[in-house]
């Protein structure tokens, strides 16, 4: 069976024994869970209220990273914002500032054009810009941007979709690790090699439970929108209100976008990723995380992603640096070389692949030079081709495969 599989701005062809292929795994293709357009009035009606005869208001929005359809909302928020002192924040998290273009994907041409002296970006490294609020149960101090104490009244707009190790994103997620301080995003993601922390996990998550915490903290009001969507980006649903409750709505909602129930496991999974989710090499692992309930022990991983931006925030490359093996950078050694290294951002991602390590070779097709791919243990390709070929080598001709054309879109959940 020949499959055509996109990368970049082209495509690519894979062949595969139709014996050997379990299923092409596609997203679920969903009707509008509710009159959407009526939920962005009823939402922009609802901010109305809240703000009420408050001045300054702070709209909290997701980065480039994220395919939330800021525009939209902020368009039916217009309105609501005319005449008031308002700001709009970036929740970049730990993620470099936006470019140009960027700039106006997240807010829309009009908005950018009109209002971008009102736009600012937060800086997790800024110290200057933070204020500490207190510390969690787990133990994590929480700063945020001093932007909430400016606010009387804060609105957040968030996307909801799948995320590996808190579960989801959206809700919590806009205040930390969207507009947290770096050491308290790092405290918080360094408890991700405990149990719970899994891709549509929430009771018993420590990642979720920590900033689930850090949110309730917020020293003013909030009024949430949390917005789900399809493969396409088209709107599906639109919850809108106290940021917990929206968020655990919106969260039932994506659910039944993502999660694809399958009936085995396989000894290969083929990830591809599309844009935005292709934009990096930090970002392409999602693809390994989603497919991960999936994958038999021994197993092989190929994740295809064009890596649009390059490699992006290299700091879990840096954490491999003078590991011998993945298994070093879970020791309990304290007098290992790469010892206390919790303390870089980039260790929770690379524990993670760390740990997939253990019963899976993990290979890719991406726009990164091989050498560095090399150096986080993985198996560069040239081809899509070349690394199913590898696959099969390495686990027999009877290998059972699953393809993945939309890596981002899709979690198979074994039923």
């Known amino acids: 069976m020949q499959i055509e599989i996109p990368y970049g701005d082209h ?11 379990i299923a092409v795994l596609n997203p679920s293709d969903c009707c509008p869970f509710h009159d959407t357009a009526a939920a962005l009035k009823r939402a922009a009606d609802e901010c109305a209220a809240f703000v009420g005869e408050s001045q300054r208001v702070l709209v909290l929005v997701n980065d480039y990273t994220r395919p939330t359809p800021n525009a939209p909302v902020l368009a039916a928020l217009r309105p609501v914002l005319s005449g008031r002192d308002f700001k709009a ?13 960027e700039f106006e994907t997240i807010f829309g041409p009009a908005i ?6 009102r736009i600012i970006c937060h800086d997790s490294k800024e110290k200057s810009r933070l204020f500490f609020l207190g510390k969690t149960s787990f133990g994590t101090d929480v700063w945020l941007n001093k932007e909430l104490l400016w606010a009387d009244k804060v609105i957040t707009i968030n996307s909801i979709e799948p995320h590996y190790f808190a579960g989801y994103t959206g809700g919590r997620k806009g205040f930390l690790p969207g507009i947290a301080g770096y050491e308290t995003t790092a405290a918080n993601h360094n408890m991700v090699t405990r149990p719970g922390s899994a891709t549509f996990g929430l009771e018993g998550n420590p990642v979720h439970e920590d900033m689930t915490q850090a949110a309730k903290m917020i020293p003013r009001p909030v009024l949430s929108i949390q917005l789900v969507q399809d493969r396409h980006h088209a709107l599906l649903s ?13 969260t039932k909602d994506a659910h039944k976008v993502f999660a694809l129930p399958v009936k085995e496991r396989a000894d290969i999974v083929m990830s591809v990723l599309r844009p935005p989710y292709d934009i ?15 994958l038999k022990n021994p197993s092989v991983h190929i994740t295809v992603s064009a890596c649009r931006d390059g ?3 290299d700091s879990f490359i840096k954490v491999f640096e003078g590991c011998s093996s993945p298994s070093d950078l879970l020791s309990e050694n304290r007098q290992s070389p790469i010892a206390n290294r919790q303390s870089l ?3 929770h991602k690379s524990a993670r692949l760390a740990q997939i390590m253990h019963t899976a070779d993990l290979c890719t097709v991406m726009g990164i030079d091989d050498d560095v791919v090399k150096s986080v243990f993985m198996h560069p390709y040239n081809t899509a ?3 199913l070929d590898a696959a099969f080598a390495r686990l027999g001709r009877n290998a059972r495969a699953y393809v993945i054309p939309d890596a981002g879109s899709v979690v198979p959940v074994l039923s």
């Open 112 to 117: 950018w054009s009109a209002h971008r002296d």
């Open 345 to 347: 951002l980039g260790w």
């Open 311 to 313: 490699t992006g925030n």
């Open 11 to 21: 495509t690519m062809s894979v062949r595969i024994p139709e014996r050997n292929l």
């Open 238 to 250: 639109i919850h809108s209100g106290d940021l917990f409750q929206s968020f655990d709505a919106a």
């Open 280 to 294: 990096n090499f930090y970002q392409a692992q999602r693809a390994v995380e989603f497919a991960r309930p999936v």
């Open 385 to 387: 081709q070349d690394a």
């Open 89 to 101: 924040l970036v929740c970049l998290g730990t993620h470099r500032a936006p470019t140009e273009p």
